[in-house]
């Protein structure tokens, strides 16, 4: 079991106490006239458009400050992106960036929820390292179960292709992983049971706006959602909605999977590798990673490149090539993850919602009041969803955001300039 610690400066105002239901909130509110009043004076009834990790961490953090929340997703929860990423958490990574702030109060964020949902046995919340590594494919690899000459103490047995030049990018302190569609389905189970969070299937059609504020939500087959707010965290799919992408482009990076199920899963250590993949063939060197998870299964990715988003995220299939590569880099880094010793669980493929300047996009749209976006977190999604819930809530309900500054966010710094791009 992981020791999971409980950093002070976050414990306010989200893990401070938890109300068991809706009626314990609302009640709570009567305490004082001027909780009352402080209350009618922000959103209460929130419409959140989108259910993966974005849409779920928001719905999450709306409704435990007290907010009666619908969250409507056209498909299933955590079914594209949310589901088939890697999970991989860095506390530091984005440092220097503007994405550092609100990486790092979110890497904090995910271990008091993995605290809160005892998360290392519900979604395989883990601290883990995390290794650089240079693998170089050969057609002649090298007998299961060998240790290449030369290969050095910081790398696991399990890891026994030609390596070269492994370097420890990430410590226990400062990387950690969790399986991404196991903690997003934990999430909202939690938000439905204990907060009263409501899940609509269907699909969003437009945001009804009266003088200026936003007054419903307009789902396909003519259902109204009367809201006092609407936060679209619709990640590649902003580009279908015309309230967004009129403002700014986000476009999708279609990028390639596949779990692996290895028969001596005990023998795969917690180990997240980086690689750098040199094939036989030559060329540009690929730059896949590979995450073993608790569950046993081993997670391998890369293979990335932008094409166009599908109305539909089930019609979403990965390229056969981009998977047979992902395939060989697994059985080159490991005799454990070749075919014959590994059974292949998944083969997949997702969208990465990016944006033009690399920026996420979170905060209230100019001129509609009480209309939010939070998208464009490009594969930083699962690290970024708490800390941008935890945002959006206090925001939402509040005003403003005081676990980070989301003034870089924000989508008024694409006022003017769609205009001149098109």
């Known amino acids: 079991m ?3 610690t409980s950093p002070a400066s976050l414990r306010s105002p989200f893990f401070q106490r938890t109300r068991s239901t809706r009626t314990s909130i609302r009640s709570s509110s009567l305490a004082s006239s001027s909780s009352m009043e402080e209350r009618q004076s922000h959103p209460r009834r929130v419409v959140v458009c989108g259910g993966g990790v974005i849409g779920v961490c928001t719905a999450y953090f709306l409704a435990k400050k007290g907010a009666s929340v619908t969250l409507v997703e056209k498909s299933s929860v955590a079914c594209a992106a949310s589901g088939k990423a890697g ?6 990574w984005c440092d220097g960036q503007p994405l550092s702030a609100l990486a790092r109060a979110s890497f904090d964020l995910h271990r008091l929820l993995a605290q809160e949902l005892d998360g290392p046995r519900a979604y395989g919340y883990r601290p883990l390292t995390t290794l650089s590594l240079s ?3 050969s057609p002649d690899p090298p007998p299961s179960g060998s240790t290449p000459s030369g290969t050095s103490n910081a790398v696991p047995d399990w890891v026994d292709g030609l390596v070269q030049k492994p370097r420890t990018i990430g410590t226990p302190a400062t990387t950690a992983q969790v399986h991404p569609q196991l903690f997003v389905r934990a999430l909202i ?3 439905v049971e204990n907060y009263g969070v409501e899940v609509v299937i269907g699909k969003l059609e437009r945001v009804e706006v009266e003088g200026g504020r936003v007054a419903s939500a307009v789902l396909e087959g003519g259902r109204v959602i009367d809201s006092d707010a609407v936060v679209l965290a619709l990640g590649p799919w902003s580009c279908k909605l015309e309230l967004l992408s009129s403002l700014f482009r986000v476009y999708g ?7 692996l199920e290895p028969k001596e899963p005990d023998a ?3 180990h997240a590798l980086f690689l750098g993949y040199y094939s036989s063939q030559g060329g540009k060197p690929l730059d896949p990673e590979v995450y073993p998870r608790p569950t046993g299964e081993v997670y391998v990715c890369g293979m990335s490149a932008e094409a166009e988003v599908p109305d539909d995220p089930e019609q979403i299939v990965g390229n056969p090539e981009s998977i047979r590569v992902l395939k060989r880099v697994a059985g080159t880094v490991s ?3 070749r075919e014959g010793e590994a059974e292949v669980k998944a083969e997949q493929a997702c969208f990465l919602p990016c944006t033009d300047d690399g920026v996420p996009v979170i905060g209230e749209l100019p001129g509609i ?3 939010y976006v939070a998208t464009g977190h490009n594969c930083w999604g699962i690290l970024n969803g708490p800390a941008t819930g935890a945002a959006m809530a206090e925001l939402v309900l509040d005003g403003r955001a005081s676990i980070v500054d989301l003034t870089r966010f924000s989508p008024a710094r694409f006022v003017g300039r769609r205009k001149g791009l098109v």
């Open 2 to 4: 992981v020791a999971v």
């Open 369 to 371: 009041a009480g209309c």
């Open 189 to 191: 189970s939690k938000a």
């Open 135 to 137: 693998v170089t494919e």
């Open 253 to 259: 990076l279609k990028a390639h999977s596949i779990v």
């Open 87 to 92: 999970g991989f958490l860095a506390l530091d």
């Open 268 to 270: 795969i250590t917690a």
């Open 335 to 337: 005799s454990h993850l």
